[in-house]
């Protein structure tokens, strides 16, 4: 059950002192229900401190990915490669390879051991891995401690997607997942300068410093968050109700479909981050702008997230489902006509196209993970845990698969995002039961209506 009321307003008294005789209908230090703050917490932030504390939470993802990209070249020189190589590009797949085999792990013991005490846990991994990170010899230890940190990233991520479910639900779930996304995205708009700033003073190895340092930080701050998972409502830690949940999670239409759905889109954006410093630095010969360029491009992530929350309170999830698909395929399948005439268009055509079609992964990513969590409160993490695995997993895979092909040209890019684009579509359909046939009507009627 959400902590949230049908208008998606939190609990009266959430956010404020509450003293020992308060009324019924707000918190008391005593309470047992599933409403926060536990009884160890007599001050608890508000909701926008809230979702601010776990958009920080799941920052620690970004600055994992975002902040060293800018010291791609110095990899390359420190551990002796083409100075062309995309082999440096393993430490983002790797990265999300941990993330996804770890996070089926955490989600079963967050509903067993509650939120706070796995974060913190998490929190521990995630700076042994960047230590590890700056410490590495070789490339290939440092992509054993890129996994290593990649599993401290995934616990913190399962805690605050299962944070949110705890509280929301619906129309007021997407809302609030695309606040968090609003502030979250920021992320990578500052990150690569930064990255690249901290590159210009000091060796590249102190980007791997900075990110334990923030996670220590996030850590302290996160103090001020109430446990949102009481003791009554946690699961037991054993075979039958992990496999329980497991099926459920298989079982559950709209839970998986949409899971697989957001795999492909999750493989768009893999592919983007590996393939970036790439095609801006060595395709388009544009080295010193990528900075900027990536932190544009992540602008208009924030500006997508932000609208996105306005857009389904009111036309409702799904219908910005629909009419966002359509929008995609119809630009990617534009970059893919041009690309087959003109294998490298202009950069100001081909760069401004990519950046419009990853805004719609922002009315999407946070609406299916919406539609996917809805239906099985009762296993928020470990329904959030597999959709995550999912996700990752997958997307590593096939972005990284396609990353791995682009050299000298950007057709691959174009042709896997409308061949992705298409696949979230067909799983879109599957999981709302819709027949194949009815997809494009549907796309077309949610454009029209919006």
């Known amino acids: 059950m959400a902590l949230c009321d049908s208008d998606g307003v939190l609990p009266q008294g959430y956010g404020r002192t509450v003293p020992p005789s308060s009324p019924a209908g707000q918190l008391d230090d005593t309470s ?28 620690l993802m970004a600055m994992a990915i975002d902040l060293m990209l800018t010291g791609f070249d110095e990899m390359r020189d420190a551990f002796g490669l083409d100075p062309t190589s995309n082999e440096v590009a393993n430490v ?25 005490s796995v974060l913190y846990a998490s929190v521990i991994i995630y700076v042994i891995g960047a230590v590890g990170s700056a410490l590495a010899p070789s490339l290939g230890w440092l992509l054993v401690a890129r996994f290593v940190w990649g599993i401290g990233a995934a616990g913190a991520r399962v805690v605050a997607t299962a944070v949110v479910r705890d509280y929301f ?9 695309s606040q968090i996304m609003a502030v979250f995205i920021m992320v990578p708009v500052v990150a690569p300068t930064l990255g690249a700033a901290i590159i210009a003073i000091a060796p590249w190895r102190t980007v791997f410093w900075a990110c334990a340092v923030w996670a220590l930080m996030m850590s ?9 998972l009481p003791p009554e409502n946690r699961r037991r830690l054993d075979r039958r109700d992990i496999t329980s949940a497991y099926v459920e999670f298989a079982r559950t239409r709209p839970t998986i479909w949409y899971s697989i759905a957001s795999v ?42 932000a609208l996105n929350g306005r857009a389904v309170g009111r036309f409702g999830v799904r219908r910005v489902i629909w009419a966002v698909l359509g929008i995609l395929i119809a630009g990617s399948a534009v970059l893919t006509v041009v690309v087959s005439v003109v294998d490298t268009p202009s950069f100001w055509f081909f760069m401004p196209g990519i950046g ?39 997307g590593a895979v096939l972005g990284g698969l396609v990353a791995s092909q682009i050299d000298t040209s950007v057709t691959p890019f174009a042709v896997a995002l409308l061949v992705f684009a298409i696949a979230a579509a067909i799983c879109s359909a599957i999981a709302e039961g819709r027949p194949r046939r009815a997809v494009l009507p549907a796309m077309a009627g949610a454009a029209v209506s919006n």
């Open 356 to 394: 419009l079609m990853l805004m719609m992964f922002m009315f999407l990513m946070p609406n299916m993970s919406a539609e996917a969590l809805q239906p099985v409160p009762h296993i928020a993490g470990t329904a959030s845990a597999l959709s995550g695995a999912c996700r990752m997993a997958g």
């Open 92 to 116: 983002i797949t790797v990265f999300f390879i941990g993330l996804a085999v770890a996070q089926l792990f955490f989600g079963p013991i967050t509903d067993r051991f509650g939120r706070k």
């Open 169 to 177: 639900e619906g129309v007021q779930m997407a809302k609030a997942m």
């Open 264 to 305: 492909f889109l999750q493989a768009c954006f893999t592919m983007y981050l590996a393939s970036s410093e790439l095609i801006v630095s060595e395709i388009y010969d544009r080295r010193e702008q990528f900075p900027f360029i990536f932190g544009l491009t992540a602008l208009g992530f924030a500006v997508a997230a």
């Open 220 to 228: 302290a701050w996160s103090l001020r968050l109430p446990e949102s």
């Open 32 to 59: 047992s229900s599933v409403n926060p703050p536990a009884a160890a917490h007599r001050w608890t932030p508000g909701r926008n401190e809230m979702l601010a504390i776990l958009s920080a939470i799941m920052a």
